[in-house]
T-cell receptor
Framework: GENVEQHPSTLSVQEGDSAVIKCTYS??????FPWYKQELGKRPQLIID?????GEKKDQRIAVTLNKTAKHFSLHITETQPEDSAVYFC?????????FGAGTRLFVKA | EADIYQTPRYLVIGTGKKITLECSQT?????MYWYQQDPGMELHLIHY???????EKGDLSSESTVSRIRTEHFPLTLESARPSHTSQYLC???????????FGNGTRLTVT
């Protein structure tokens, strides 16, 4: 079955620094690559996604890059702020079922 | 407002009880999912559906069942609750394959 791994599992940065989270997957048929953010006590919400026909997408301080050959994609957050503290999940797919990575807990220290 | 709704928000029940967790969406989405998640931890897929009268088991072994008689409704039933079922259950929907998932607020279940 699909194998999805996220690294690191925990990331602590100073406010204003950049954060990068990497997601690797095994299913070469995957063609949709989203990132979700889950704040404490809230539901996961999509923050950015990319499809396999592009290599990078940016939305203000967040960006996603895709390397389909190596089967990984990454979330980049620049100029981090305390409100970026949350758990981030990748969920590569495009098939009938959606499997999530184990999550990365990001702490942004003020 | 188009959204996905779960009830109840919190539930505390005794061992052996039968319960149904409700999930409804008003977005007209064909695909629906149930995930089990301990707070802030990994999301485990337990059931999914790609349309009316279609249901599939996910990767996490579960003693629950689901039904999909109407597009908007995807209830989850536990025939006999056990303390090991204590967790948060998240329902989600998506428009088509390869599109974003929209999550409900979850049901936090405690089995005593």
């Amino acid at each position: 079955g699909e194998n999805v791994e996220q690294h690191p599992s925990t990331l602590s940065v100073q406010e204003g620094d950049s954060a990068v989270i990497k997601c690797t997957y095994s299913d070469s048929a995957s063609n949709y690559f989203p990132w979700y953010k889950q704040e404490l006590g809230k539901r996961p919400q999509l923050i950015i996604d990319i499809r396999s026909n592009v290599g990078e997408k940016k939305d203000q301080r967040i960006a996603v890059t895709l390397n389909k050959t190596a089967k990984h994609f990454s979330l980049h957050i620049t100029e981090t702020q305390p409100e970026d503290s949350a758990v981030y999940f990748c969920a590569p797919g495009g098939g009938f079922k959606t499997i999530f990575g184990a999550g990365t807990r990001l702490f942004v220290k003020a | 407002e188009a959204d996905i709704y779960q009830t109840p928000r919190y539930l505390v029940i005794g061992t052996g009880k039968k319960i149904t967790l409700e999930c409804s969406q008003t977005m007209g989405h064909d695909k629906m999912y149930w995930y089990q998640q301990d707070p802030g931890m990994e999301l485990h897929l337990i059931h999914y559906s790609y349309g009316v009268n279609s249901t599939e088991k996910g990767d996490l072994s579960s003693e629950s069942t689901v039904s999909r008689i109407r597009t908007e409704h995807f209830p989850l039933t536990l025939e006999s609750a056990r303390p090991s079922h204590t967790s948060q259950y998240l329902c989600a929907s998506s428009e088509v394959r390869g599109s974003p998932l929209h999550f409900g607020n979850g049901t936090r279940l405690t089995v005593t």
